[in-house]
C-alpha cells in the first residue's frame, strides 16, 4: 500500500536535517512510519546506502529521532529475507541511481514469498528456545526457563505475524497479533501466556525499562574495542535508551501497559542476546545461547546482576512457566504445517 503523498511530504520535512548528514547517499524510510503505524514516540528507521560497513545507528537531530541502518547496494538488490518484507513497504526519499525504486518494486512481487521465508526463521528460533525450556526447568534454572520460553513466544509472534503477511513492527506487536484474521484458533492467549503479559502494570514496565537502560548501559560502555562492537551499534548513543523511554511513557500514559511490557520484553530478549555475544566475544567463548543468563550473571566475568534479571521481569515461577509452555508449542507446531 502506497503512502499517501501529504504523508510521505510531512515525513521528509522532519527528517529533512538527518538527510543533509547523507547528503549523496540512497535514503528510504522503513519501519513503522512507511506503514502508517508509527506514534508521536516512534524514531524513524532510516535505510542508508553505503559502501563502507557502518554499524547501525540512533541518532537525534533537533527533535526527530532515528534510527539508522546501513546496507550495501548488493544487500539491497539482494536482501536476505527480513529485509526483502521491509523493503516492500519503503519510502524512497532519495534515489539517485534507481537502486531503491528497482528494489522496493522486486520485494513487493515477492511479498509473500519473503514473509514465508523470514517465518520459517522465526519459528525454527522459537522451536530451539522451546526445546530448552523443560531441560532448564529439570535444572531449576527458572530465570533461564524464563527467558528461553519469552525468547519463543517473541519468536512465535514473528512468524505468525510474517505468515499472515504482517511486518512485525516492536512497540505495535500486541496490537499486530490482536489484529490477525479470526479464520482459525486465535493464538493471542497462549502468546499473552507465553509473553507473561499476566505481569503487566505500570510498575513492571518502569522496572522492566530500569532493567534495559542498565543492559543498554553495559553494552555501550563495554562493547567499545570489542570484536562485537560494530553488530552492536545501536547501542553506541544514548538516543537508543531516550526512544525507549519516549516509547514507554506514551504507552503507559495512554492505559497501554500490556502493550508497554510486550514491546519492553522484546527489547529485553534482543539486548541480552546481544550482551550475549558481547561477553562470548570478550572471553573467546563458542556461542550456544543455552546458558546466556548464566553467564552473564555468573563468575568474574559477568556482566549484569542477578537483580537487572529480576527488573527485567524474568520472575515466573517454575508452575507458571510449564504451564504457558505447552500451549505455545502447540501453536507452534500448528504454524509449522502452514508453512
Known amino acids: 500500500m502506497e503512502q499517501p503523498r501529504h504523508e510521505t511530504d510531512a515525513s521528509v520535512k522532519s527528517i529533512l536535517p538527518a538527510l543533509k548528514t547523507f547528503p549523496t547517499n540512497d535514503i528510504a524510510i522503513i519501519g513503522c512510519h512507511a506503514l502508517n503505524l508509527s506514534r508521536r514516540s516512534c524514531e524513524y528507521d532510516l535505510l542508508v ?60 512481487r515477492s511479498f509473500r514469498a519473503n514473509c514465508k521465508k523470514a517465518a520459517e526463521i522465526h519459528l525454527a528460533s522459537s522451536l530451539k528456545s522451546l526445546a530448552r525450556v523443560d531441560e532448564l526447568l529439570s535444572q531449576k534454572e527458572t530465570a533461564e526457563a524464563d527467558f528461553s520460553l519469552l525468547s519463543a513466544a517473541r519468536d512465535f509472534a514473528w512468524a505468525d505475524l510474517l505468515m499472515n503477511g504482517v511486518m512485525p513492527s516492536p512497540s505495535h506487536v500486541l496490537g499486530q497479533v490482536k489484529a490477525l484474521p479470526k479464520k482459525r484458533p486465535s493464538s493471542f ?94 572471553v573467546s567463548k563458542e556461542k550456544d545461547y543455552s546458558r546466556v543468563i548464566r553467564d552473564l550473571t555468573v563468575g568474574d566475568d559477568r556482566l549484569i546482576s542477578e537483580e537487572v534479571v529480576k527488573l527485567l521481569g524474568l520472575v515466573r515461577g517454575p508452575e507458571i512457566i510449564r504451564g504457558a509452555t505447552p500451549g505455545l508449542r502447540t501453536a507452534v507446531s500448528l504454524l509449522a504445517k502452514r508453512i
Open 189 to 282: 492467549k497462549v502468546w499473552a501466556d507465553a509473553s507473561g503479559l499476566e505481569l503487566a502494570s505500570r510498575v513492571s514496565c518502569e522496572n522492566r525499562l530500569e532493567g534495559l537502560s542498565v543492559v543498554y548501559d553495559v553494552l555501550r560502555t563495554s562493547g567499545i574495542g570489542s570484536e562485537a562492537a560494530p553488530q552492536l551499534g545501536r547501542y553506541q548513543e544514548i538516543e537508543a535508551v531516550e526512544v525507549m523511554e519516549m516509547k514507554t511513557a506514551e504507552l503507559l500514559d495512554s492505559m497501554q501497559s500490556a502493550e508497554c511490557f510486550s514491546y519492553l520484553g522484546q527489547e529485553s530478549v534482543q539486548s541480552l542476546f546481544d550482551l550475549y555475544v558481547l561477553h562470548a566475544t570478550r
Open 49 to 108: 546506502v553505503s559502501r563502507d560497513p557502518i554499524p547501525d545507528k540512533f541518532t537525534k537531530v533537533a527533535d526527530v529521532y532515528a534510527r539508522i541502518i546501513f546496507r550495501n547496494e548488493r544487500e539491497v538488490r539482494q536482501p536476505d529475507p527480513e529485509l526483502a518484507v521491509t523493503l516492500a513497504s519503503a519510502v524512497t526519499l532519495r534515489d539517485s541511481s534507481l537502486l531503491l525504486a528497482t528494489a522496493t518494486a522486486d520485494c513487493k
